[in-house]
């Protein structure tokens, strides 16, 4: 048998009772309905009303006061005034005939009798009655006792049927006590509890709408806790080489000529994150090395997240700052430094050539066209990788070219794709691809993701040493991964404090994130893809019918 973990392996008390607890939080929200309703079941009114009561016992056998501090301390799901009548006639004829008689002639605490319809009972008056002297008489059963019930107060048929019960039980007893406070107390589970069909249909909201918040709430606390407990090791690599490489990258920095506008560039994203060094050492003494549940405390889940993003963001910056270096001193290994910045273009360029692999045949010039720019676009390219690895260009004047390559490709693109939306659907499409792009880099419904036919969205993997475009192939068990997109000097969506630096920089064109032509490609084909998916079906749907008719 497997042993038990000790409390200390646990993490200790402190951890057991904070995941404990934060367990309960959703519990908690599965059972607020029930909360709410003070612990009774949501779909009936809760028991909240306390009755008036007033006795009127003409024979004497009841202990008023008794019974009245009893039957005070119920609680009803209406307001409810409870009226005890005992007369003293032998011979009761007809019970009910008999206390309204008595209410007409006697004065009540509140009138018994509706204002309305004299031969009815007042709306929330509940009278229990009785005749303890009546000879009993098998043809006037019944008359002895009896249960009479306002307008207002709802009781079913079994609800009546159960204080009958218990007053049967208590006569055979003679116990005159236990048949008006058992007979009150059966009456009150009853009375008001009625299902509504919209009171129904509202609380099963509300049970969902709470669910799934309390489904919400476990698996973020929980997958925050594994996420600590996954990433951590990658963030302790990344913040260990970047605290090794502090000081080579100072030497690199040197090296970065101050005129280069890239280079600038570089300088200015690697200052804006140069402060979380200190801020990492504070995050890395409070975590500590944690054990069992204390992963999932909140304060050292927060700080696990944000230690790996910049212990990640900082290894990735330093190397960026290598690879600038290297490149525009052209020494070190700068040629793979420029091949991280070529491919990039060369897949925006792709990107536009893929654009044009699936478009409707009222444009098959315009496709001719812009596949013959995508030929001298990539020719370009071509000439200009071989200019720089040939010492022929500088680099800084290949990373312009790369930047007007790329400048040159989004444009495109996005004029291509306003002349491919034709006809009465073009206002849809062009709103199902302003809307991809708004919304790029969150999850998608999963109807959206179906209909994805051509493409689907870009995935990233967050590793020890930056942030990689992976490209997924037919294969299941095979992927290729791209460059790392966090490492390029000229900035992406991707790159570390890319969005600080352009948002402060004042200097238009490289200092600016440029968004990689893929995004449009695949805000394309998403716009495309539902039409063309029904317009098949309906194809499909036309020749059957065809089919049928021949």
Known sequence: MKKLPTVSELGGM?????YVGNLLIGVALVAAPFIING??????????????????????????????????????RQPTHIAVVDVSNSKVQNLEQEVQ?????????????????????????????????ANYDERLEGQVAGYYYGSRLQISEEGREEVWGVTELKMIERDEVGRVLES???????????????????????FFIFFIAASKWIRYYLGRGKRAMSGIQEAREAYSQAMAGRAAVSDYLRLIPAGDIYGIQVIARYKVLQRHYRRLDRAWKIIGNPIGLQWYGMRRGRLAEYVKVYS???????????????LLTRRGTWQESWENEYELVQRDIAAVARIFSYVPKDHQSFSREALNWVNLKRAELD???????????????????????????????????????????????????REYLTSYGQEFPKCAKDVLRFSSKPQFRVGAH?????????SPDDQQIFSNVST???????????????????????????????????????????????????????????????
Request: one cysteine or more; proline letters at 7%.
């Open 383 to 433: 000439s200009t990788a071989t200019k720089v690895l040939t010492g022929i260009m500088l680099p800084s004047d290949a990373l312009r070219e790369l930047s007007r390559l790329s400048t040159e490709a989004k444009k495109f693109a996005e004029e291509a794709v306003d002349k491919l939306f034709h006809g009465p659907l073009k206002r849809a499409h062009y709103k199902d691809f």
């Open 312 to 326: 990640v963001q900082l290894r990735a910056m330093q190397q960026t700052v290598v690879n600038c270096a290297q």
């Open 101 to 133: 008689n008595y209410a007409r002639t006697h004065a009540t605490d509140v009138p018994w009798i509706s204002w309305t319809d004299s031969e009815r009972w007042a709306d929330n008056v509940f009278v229990i009655a009785a005749a303890p002297n």
């Open 39 to 76: 612990g009774q079941s949501p779909f009936y009114p809760s028991k909240q009303f306390h009755p008036t009561v007033e006795i009127h016992d003409e024979p004497g056998v009841l202990p008023q006061d008794f019974i009245e501090s009893d039957l005070k301390k119920l609680t009803f």
């Open 488 to 550: 390029t000097v000229r900035m992406t969506p991707h790159s570390p404090a890319a969005s600080y630096v352009a948002l402060r920089a004042e200097v238009p064109g490289p200092m600016s994130i440029y968004p990689p032509v893929r995004d449009i490609s695949d805000a394309y084909f998403y716009a495309i893809a539902a039409p063309a998916v029904e317009d098949k079906s309906k194809v499909k749907k036309n020749r059957k019918c065809r089919l049928r008719l021949a």
């Open 14 to 18: 402190r951890a057991i009772l904070g």
């Open 466 to 474: 930056g942030v990689y475009l992976v490209k997924f192939s037919d």
């Open 184 to 206: 009150a107390k059966v009456a009150s589970d009853y009375i008001g509890a009625q299902l509504n069909p919209v009171r129904v249909c509202a609380q099963i909201t509300l």
